[in-house]
């Protein structure tokens, strides 16, 4: 470096103004983007962290309960608690009983232990007629439960604020009385079985998507231009045509008097009086996921198909390569980028699908977002549906990771 | 594909193996929609092709459940309709400029943590719509926007952005920023230079963008289910109910219409790529 400085026209160094103008352009670019930034900060980033604080918060039942885990704090679980456990409960519940807002607890306390329902009702109904000293004696003379320390176990290990509880559910297990982790009764095992049915649906419907969307893509990419944008309109017209449309023209087809069946029967494979069923099961959400998804594959695998100059096959088959070989050394491994996105983009949208499942899955082909959706408007237990919610938020945000680093965000193409 | 003479059968074979899957693969992924439309002109109850319209019998077929659809007192399509533009009119707006706005500022060279940006602002078209919908529901709720057709703008221009975001940034990776610096220094001022200048030539960018996002809008029934009340129901959230219940013909007519629609969308957003490609000198 020469110690002379060079001077820009209005006499400051050059290094500096152009560091000026640096700034200036990188401040102009980030107020560009500030605006949807903020947006989607305010409206979509904050709900979602919104949600993952929903799936963990357990202060509803601390805060009504407030005397009562204050006195519990600092009892073993071993004996029975002193008298200000006791003491703090029977105030705790009066002031819920006046208010008539101890319904609340009841549902949380029983999720805890089975039986807390008819013990709390039975309790606050009797209430009015203690007398002030030794709430102990009189809790217990209401209800024999009262002596039970397991009980008042799970009511000290409803006590803090945070609980992870609804994340153990949504993978079948729960604590068990003695704050261990336990797989739940067999019969109540139903959220493995909807993860495993979500990932099988979400694979196969790639798979399939993949075997139908590699040739056509093909043809696309090799046919001269006027014939493939005609054919190119069987793919686009479904990529724009309402999801609903497409579910209701399924529901149309698959039904037990629909076409389908109509050709099966026709066929001879089925007899009429005993029609198979398309719908309602998870023949019909693999069917109407993979043909409403193809184009989601089609599209990526089309464009880079499309950059594929034809001379590199027909040097492969003027050196002595078969069309097979030629195929499978040369064309294949390089429409790997275009099979990579085309394959997490369709895993990625056929795993949160919830729309197409709900309406021909039925019972046994309803994935979790269908389970979502029945806890957030059904059961109404909104801290569970945000722990599923968040579950499946993890699994695609990795995937989401992974096709970022694999394909970069700014190569999807669209149409 | 016309096959040389000289090719040997097994090569024929597998060839015209290859022609019969793809045509197969194309009638799975078109012939669905072409059921529907015969079925809307049924003249019956039942979703069923009957022996008359088989027989291509003119009384097979009427136009009733169109009339239904229109007239109908039981059906709100009107009103439903009536809402899904009005959401989707503005959500479009809402979403086209702020996603244009912050598509300049992405092709930008001098944009800190490119890659992190796109990434989060590409996320709402990724992230599942029940978790969407779920998480804007929450918050709507909160700020006392559940069952207005406010909130369910909002939450449909977040949907409906990441499609303008990468139209637009699509566009303008061809840009040429000489065209700007010309205009600055012939003494144009930026936002002058942007309306005359950029916006003109990212114009087909923008468009099919809005095009996108429009029918985010129009066809999004997810968040919609969680947010709307009666007042706010629109076309998928009609067509939602109708399906649980009972597949009606009324229900054929509107998917109709809907496919109708999306043919015009299809052709114009085809019309326009192909402008854009003319307009970046682009030539295939």
């Known amino acids: 470096m020469s110690k002379e400085q060079i001077l820009s026209s209005d006499g400051i160094p050059l290094e500096q103004s152009?560091?000026?103008?640096?700034?200036k352009n990188k401040l102009k670019a980030v107020l560009l983007v500030a605006p949807l930034f903020l947006f989607l900060l305010i409206i979509y980033v904050f709900p979602i962290g919104d949600m993952l604080f929903r799936s963990v918060d357990d202060r509803m039942i601390t805060k009504m309960l407030p005397k009562t885990f204050k006195a519990i704090e600092n009892w073993d679980g071993q004996n029975l608690p002193d008298e200000t456990v006791y003491k703090g409960l029977y105030e705790d519940l009066k002031f819920l009983k006046e208010n008539k807002t101890y319904g609340k607890i009841i549902a949380r306390l029983n999720y805890e232990k089975s039986g807390f329902s008819s013990l709390i009702k039975k309790t606050v109904r009797k209430l009015d007629k203690?007398?002030?000293?030794?709430?102990?004696?009189?809790?217990?003379?209401?209800?024999?439960?009262?002596?039970?320390?397991?009980?008042?176990?799970?009511?000290?290990?409803?006590?803090?604020?945070?609980?992870?509880?609804?994340?153990?559910?949504?993978?079948?297990?729960?604590?068990?009385?003695?704050?261990?982790?336990?797989?739940v009764e067999e019969d109540r095992r139903i959220y493995k079985i909807l993860w495993m049915r979500t990932l099988n649906v979400a694979f196969w419907v790639t798979l399939f998507c993949f075997i139908l969307a590699y040739p056509i893509s093909h043809l696309l990419a090799t046919l001269p231009m006027k014939y493939s944008n005609l054919l190119m309109i069987c793919v686009l017209l479904p990529f724009w045509t309402s999801l609903l449309v497409r579910t209701s023209s399924w529901m149309v087809l698959l039904q037990q008097q629909g076409p389908i069946n109509d050709l099966i029967v026709w066929l001879g494979i089925a007899a009429d009086d005993n029609r198979p069923e398309l719908m309602y099961n998870v023949v019909g959400t693999f069917v109407a996921m993979t043909q409403i998804l193809l184009p989601f594959m089609v599209l990526p695998l089309y464009s880079v198909m499309k950059t594929i100059s034809p001379s590199l096959m027909r040097a492969g088959k003027s050196l002595g390569g078969t069309p097979l070989i030629s195929f499978l050394k040369i064309y294949f491994p390089l429409t790997i980028p275009g099979i990579g996105a085309g394959c997490l983009l369709v895993f990625i949208l056929a795993i949160g699908y919830y729309i197409t499942p709900a309406l021909v899955g039925g019972a046994s082909g309803s994935l979790i977002s269908n389970s979502i959706a029945y806890h957030m408007k059904s059961s109404l237990d909104w801290a569970f549906a945000s722990a599923l919610g968040t579950m499946l938020l993890v699994g695609v945000l990795a995937i989401y990771w992974v096709y970022n680093k694999l394909v970069g965000i700014d190569n999807i193409k669209l149409g | 594909m016309a096959l040389p003479n000289h090719t040997p059968l097994n090569y024929r074979i597998w060839h015209y193996t290859y022609l019969t899957f793809c045509g197969l693969v194309f009638f799975f992924l078109i012939a669905p929609l072409f059921v529907i439309l015969p079925?809307?002109?049924?003249?019956?109850?039942?979703?069923?092709?009957?022996?008359?319209?088989?027989?291509?019998?003119?009384?097979?077929?009427?136009?009733?459940?169109?009339?239904?659809?229109?007239?109908?007192?039981?059906?709100?399509?009107?009103?439903?309709?009536?809402?899904?533009?009005?959401?989707?009119?503005?959500?479009?707006?809402?979403?086209?400029?702020?996603?244009t706005v912050a598509a300049l500022g992405l092709s930008s060279r001098h944009m800190p943590y490119k890659a992190a940006f796109m990434a989060l602002l590409i996320s709402p078209m990724i992230v599942p719509l029940i978790i969407s919908g779920t998480?804007?529901?929450?918050?709507?709720?909160?700020?006392?926007?559940?069952?207005?057709?406010?909130?369910?703008?909002?939450?449909?221009?977040?949907?409906?952005?990441?499609?303008v975001v990468i139209t637009v940034t699509a566009t303008l990776t061809g840009f040429d920023h000489s065209v700007t610096r010309a205009a600055a220094s012939l003494g144009s001022n930026p936002v002058n230079t942007f309306m005359k200048i950029t916006l003109p030539l990212i114009m087909p960018g923008v468009i099919s963008g809005a095009l996108f996002a429009f029918v985010t809008s129009f066809d999004e029934v997810v968040v919609v289910l969680f947010l709307a009340g009666l007042e706010n129901t629109t076309i998928p959230i009609q067509m939602w109910v109708g399906l649980r219940e009972q597949l009606s013909p009324t229900?054929?007519?509107?998917?109709?219409?809907?496919?109708?629609?999306?043919?015009?969308?299809?052709?114009?957003?085809?019309?326009?790529?192909?402008?854009?490609?003319?307009?970046?000198?682009?030539?295939?």
């Open chain 1, 18 to 23: 152009l560091k000026k103008a640096e700034r």
């Open chain 1, 130 to 183: 203690f007398e002030e000293g030794n709430y102990k004696e009189q809790f217990i003379k209401v209800h024999k439960r009262w002596s039970q320390p397991e009980y008042l176990v799970a009511l000290k290990n409803a006590a803090p604020n945070w609980s992870y509880a609804k994340y153990l559910k949504g993978i079948d297990m729960r604590f068990d009385q003695d704050r261990n982790i336990v797989l």
């Open chain 2, 39 to 99: 079925l809307s002109f049924n003249a019956e109850q039942y979703i069923h092709f009957s022996a008359k319209m088989l027989a291509l019998d003119p009384e097979g077929f009427s136009l009733r459940w169109y009339e239904d659809m229109i007239y109908g007192t039981k059906n709100p399509w009107g009103l439903a309709t009536k809402n899904s533009l009005i959401i989707a009119f503005f959500a479009t707006i809402g979403s086209t400029i702020l996603g």
């Open chain 2, 135 to 163: 998480a804007i529901f929450f918050f709507m709720a909160k700020v006392g926007l559940a069952a207005t057709h406010t909130g369910i703008i909002l939450s449909h221009i977040i949907l409906g952005t990441p499609f």
């Open chain 2, 251 to 284: 229900i054929m007519a509107v998917a109709t219409c809907l496919i109708v629609m999306s043919t015009l969308i299809l052709v114009s957003a085809e019309l326009l790529r192909r402008r854009s490609e003319r307009l970046r000198g682009i030539n295939r």
